[in-house]
C-alpha cells in the first residue's frame, strides 16, 4: 500500500455545556471539512483500507463515540466523501454526550466501521492480563451482537497499552490495534497502525501538510509524543492525569 495518514479525531464541533468531552481534542466542524476539501473530498477507514486497496491517502476514526460524530458521519455519506472508523466503549453507549446503539447501527448500515475501544474507557497498560482480555471480548462480543458486523480493530484509549495487550488482542481475533504514536501507515498487514492525533488548535493545512513531503512536522510531533510518554511512564497514568490537568486547567 501507499503512504497514508490516519487522523485520529474525538468530538466535532461546538459542545454543550459541562459536556464529557476533552476539549483539547474537541476540533472545528469548520476546520474539519477544510481538511477534507484539501484531502480531495475523499477519505477512507481503517477497516476499509485493510480489505480495498483504494487511492485514499488520508484515513480517518473517532475515538470514543461522542454524539458529534453521528451528525459527521451523516455528513461523510450525504457528501459521498468516504467512511470511518468509530471506536466505541460499549458501557458509555446511550449515555450523556454518547450516540445511542440505534444510531450507530444507521451509521453501520452506511457503511461505516464501528469498532472497539474498549469496554469501559480505561487505560489497558493499568490493567491485569485477565482484565484486558475481558475488556476485549466483551466489548467485541456486544458491538457484534448489537450491529451484526464484525469487530476487527481495537483502539487504547489514552493510546496506552503494553505486550499483555497484543496478545490479548491476538488472542481475541483482532487484527489489529490503532495506537496513538504519531507516524505513516505503509503496510495493511501490521498488527499496530500509527495514527495522527488532532487537537483543537490544529490547522486544517497542518493536518493536511502530513499528507505531503513534510517529515520535519511528523518529525516534530514524534519527539513531542515521545516526550509525553516518557512523562507518563515515569509518573503513572494516574498522576500523569493530575498533572495535565493542573497545567491545562482542566
Known sequence: MSKRVVYMFHSIGQLSANDSADIHYNFSTTKFFQLLQMLGNEVSSIER???????????????????????????LADRNYGNADFFINPSTIGQKDYMSWSQLKELDDLGMSIQSHGLDHVYFSDLSAALQTYQLEKSKAIIEDKLSSPVHLFAPPGGRFNEQTLEACHHAGYRAIAHSAPDNWTDSTSFLI?????????????????????????????????????????????????????????
Open 194 to 250: 500509527p495514527r495522527v492525533p488532532v487537537h483543537s488548535m490544529d490547522s486544517a493545512y497542518s493536518l493536511y501538510s502530513f499528507t505531503r513531503d513534510r517529515s520535519f512536522c511528523l518529525q516534530r510531533m514524534r519527539l513531542a509524543y515521545q516526550l509525553k510518554l516518557w512523562v507518563k511512564q515515569a509518573l503513572g497514568n494516574n498522576r500523569y492525569d493530575r498533572f495535565r490537568s493542573q497545567v491545562l486547567g482542566v
Open 49 to 75: 483500507s485493510m480489505n480495498i486497496d483504494n487511492d485514499c491517502n488520508a484515513v480517518i476514526g473517532f475515538d470514543d463515540g461522542h454524539i458529534s460524530n453521528y451528525n459527521i458521519a451523516l455528513e
